[in-house]
């Protein structure tokens, strides 16, 4: 399969194009912003640049859309901004994909739901209740609209291993590490399903080789809130005394954005499409990162 990745310096995109490289599909992945070894540059607002790369010539049969704008407050108070880098980005991606007469993947969001019942199946009705939601909505549909055989992949509380490690877990690692002293105040009533990126490569690499098309949602058997991914998080860090975590209420928090509160995923679908296929749990995750991340300091001392 031959496989273009936009958005393969973030987290999802950075884990499909190495899985898909490991499993020995010919892909490129691309970086906007964040320039690194594997990736060239392509920028989706720009569809026309002569700096982007050729995808026509490299010719894809599939485009995996990871390019976002994903700062859920910061999308609130730039609505025009986050419009173009939602939907006009995604209409950019849908018109190279005709172009190239590639599938595409769009990886979307629980925030399409409005947090009153969580978590979701695929045929819940999505109600978006803030402006990243209403616009990642709006691209599921016109992917789903124009492009024939489209993928969208819902996710939520993504977490792994990345470059930047922006993500919440890798966030609360990094403090650990660099034994910051913190106290963390994290919503206790914001619900979700956390999800390992690997986990979302591995699944779309499936669905992609099975030629299955329509809206699919991903997620492990976790379902925690805030509080409880981060006092799971800390518990593999017990010298980490130096962290502390303060339960609060989102009403206290001023986010900008209204969050969905029951939130998640249910994975029904996909479940029962491949009922022997293992997501992994945070525990896992978190074992394995703490039991190398020990072994390196033990190799440097
Ligand atoms: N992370 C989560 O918890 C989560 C949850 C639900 C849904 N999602 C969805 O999953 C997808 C991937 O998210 P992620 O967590 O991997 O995000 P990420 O780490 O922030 O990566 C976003 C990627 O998009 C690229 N990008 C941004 N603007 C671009 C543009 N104009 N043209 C081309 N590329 C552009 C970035 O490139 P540079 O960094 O090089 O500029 C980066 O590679 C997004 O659609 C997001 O909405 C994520």
């Known amino acids: 399969m031959k496989v273009f990745i936009i958005g393969a310096s973030g987290l999802v995109g950075s884990h499909c194009l190495a899985h898909f490289k490991e499993q020995g599909w010919t892909v490129k992945g691309s970086h906007c912003n964040f320039t690194t070894d594997t990736t060239c540059y392509y920028n989706t607002l720009q569809p026309h640049s002569d700096q982007n790369f050729d995808v026509v010539s490299f010719g894809p049969e599939v ?55 969580g978590p979701y199946q695929e045929n819940d009705a999505p109600n978006p209740i803030n402006v990243y939601g209403k616009h990642k909505f709006l691209a599921e549909q016109l992917v789903r609209t124009s492009v024939i055989d489209s993928l969208v992949l819902r996710v939520t509380n993504v977490y792994g291993d990345e470059a930047r490690g922006k993500n919440f877990v890798a966030r609360i690692i990094q403090h650990c590490h660099q034994k910051q002293p913190i106290c963390l105040k994290l919503p206790y009533d914001q619900f979700a399903t ?108």
């Open 194 to 301: 956390p999800i390992n990126a690997n986990d979302i490569a591995r699944a779309m690499f499936i669905l992609l080789s099975d030629k299955k098309a329509g809206i699919y949602h991903l997620a492990s058997t976790d379902y925690m809130n805030r509080v409880e991914l981060g006092r799971r998080t800390l518990s593999y860090f017990p010298d980490a005394e130096f962290m502390s975590i303060e339960p609060v209420d989102s009403t206290t928090m001023k986010q900008t954005a209204t969050r969905p509160l029951v939130g998640g995923l249910l994975k029904v679908k996909f479940a029962t499409e491949y009922p022997t296929f293992v997501f992994n749990s945070v525990d896992n995750y978190l074992s394995s990162t703490t039991k190398t991340s020990i072994s390196i300091r033990e190799n440097k001392t």
């Open 63 to 117: 485009i995996v859309h990871c390019a976002a704008l994903t700062n859920v407050d910061y999308c609130e108070k730039n609505e025009k901004e986050s419009y173009e880098n939602t939907l006009e980005s995604t209409r950019h991606v849908c018109e190279l994909a005709i172009k190239c007469g590639a599938r595409v993947v769009y990886i979307s969001t629980d925030y399409v739901f409005d947090g009153n019942s």
